[in-house]
């Protein structure tokens, strides 16, 4: 990594983006569409580190999606996104998504992902961007578990590479 300043964690997150489900967010289990929220999930978090970086960034990776409990109609979508970690030119982004009632308030945990983002410079190569400042508590766990996160992935990319060419 360059010689950047550090960011902290809420230069750039996402709390609490509001969505209201319409019948349109409706699959034929009468609960909201997954890819629905899978693809804002994605945009928001391209906004969070592009926030960051102060880059373009694509998207190259997308793991441990994991759906809790479904949305249903007339709940309202909680979108909650912020960077976990950065290493180089790669962004971690973590994203929490509650289903509230809008009627009672009540919310229930219903997804959770991990995004990572590539900042690119005006030529489309990787570019360095900021290292990242956890202030909370919760911000340095996720800050540590993105690290496994991130050992995970490119230990996977290596036995996968070795299993193409065909050496094991």
């Known amino acids: 990594m360059s010689e950047m300043l550090s960011k902290p964690v809420s230069s750039s997150a996402i709390e609490k983006h509001v969505y209201k489900v319409f019948p349109n967010d409706m699959n034929a289990h009468n609960t909201v569409f997954g890819g629905m929220i899978m693809a804002k999930c994605d945009r928001l978090a391209l906004v969070v580190a592009e926030r960051h970086s102060a880059h373009v960034c694509v998207t190259a990776a997308v793991d441990s999606i994991h759906f809790r409990a479904p949305a249903k109609g007339n709940d309202t ?13 790669s962004m971690e982004i973590g994203a929490k998504v509650e289903a509230e009632n809008s009627y009672t308030g009540d919310t229930r945990h219903i997804l959770s992902a991990f995004f990572t983002f590539v900042a690119l410079d005006e030529n489309d190569k990787p570019v360095d961007v900021p290292a990242i ?5 919760e911000q340095k766990r ?3 578990n993105a690290q496994i996160r991130r050992e995970g992935r490119l230990k996977t990319r290596t036995q996968l590479a070795r299993s193409a060419s065909g050496s094991s």
Not at 77 to 89: D, H, P, Q, T, V
Not at 133 to 137: G, I, K, R, S, V
């Open 142 to 144: 996720r800050y540590d």
């Open 77 to 89: 979508l909680l979108f909650s996104l912020s960077l976990n970690r950065s290493w180089g030119s």
């Open 133 to 137: 400042t956890p202030e909370t508590d």
